[in-house]
């Protein structure tokens, strides 16, 4: 049986970007990237078991906003906010995993209010916060398994390898708004430095 912490949300569509990334530097830099993308008001939804690096990703995102203080779990929190040490945004990270209530759970959290001018992360939020805002980023991060294990990994690497899959929900994402995320576009002319899309 499925349980709310076990659902990842279908990410598809035609703009939808499925990128392979092979170690947790990787990921970091990912993040990095996908800062390059959000601007004040994005919700970012995170689903993936439990170390497929959703943290990981954040914390490159929070490098990428210019945000302050170390972007951790905040699982026993359940919410964080690190504001901006350069103008942007802030980030909102949120960890729903412990919250069952949904929407009415997280608008005790205030989120509502920090949503426009912040960006929102939420890991474990498929299904409890949708309603937040009609445009948002799902991004689901899976295990490499067998045919999707690139070439030429090492076995020793392959539990590091993640199938990401980034798509997003509404205006704000139609017509190419994720391009920026295709790899080989690292800003450091480094082909592929996060990974490959495939």
């Keep these: 049986m499925e349980t709310p912490h076990t659902r990842t949300a279908p990410v598809s569509g035609p703009d939808a970007l499925r990128l392979t990334v092979d170690s947790p530097e990787a990921m970091r830099r990912l993040g990095l990237r996908l800062a390059g993308v959000l601007r004040p008001g994005d919700l970012v939804l995170l689903s993936g078991e439990l170390g497929a690096g959703k943290t990981t990703l954040t914390r490159g995102l929070g490098e990428g906003l210019g945000v302050r203080g170390a972007v951790t779990s905040p699982t026993f929190v359940i919410a964080r906010v690190h504001p901006s040490l350069t103008g942007g ?3 909102v990270h949120v960890d729903a995993y412990r ?4 929407l009415d759970e997280m608008e005790d959290l205030d989120l509502d209010v920090s949503l426009s ?3 929102v992360v939420v890991e ?4 409890k ?4 805002s009609a445009d948002r980023l799902h991004v689901r991060i899976d295990r490499a398994t067998g045919d ?3 070439a030429g990994v090492a076995d020793a690497d392959v539990d590091d390898v993640r199938l990401v899959t980034v ?6 994402w139609a017509g ?8 080989g576009e690292d800003g450091n002319g480094d082909e592929g430095a996060y990974g490959r899309e495939g």
């Design 167 to 172: 798509g997003g929900v509404g205006a704000r």
């Design 99 to 102: 919250l069952a209530g949904g």
């Design 117 to 119: 001018d912040s960006v």
């Design 129 to 132: 916060v949708e309603e937040l």
């Design 148 to 150: 999707e294990l690139p």
């Design 89 to 91: 945004p802030a980030l």
């Design 176 to 183: 190419g708004a994720l391009d920026g995320l295709r790899a």
């Design 124 to 127: 474990w939020g498929d299904g």
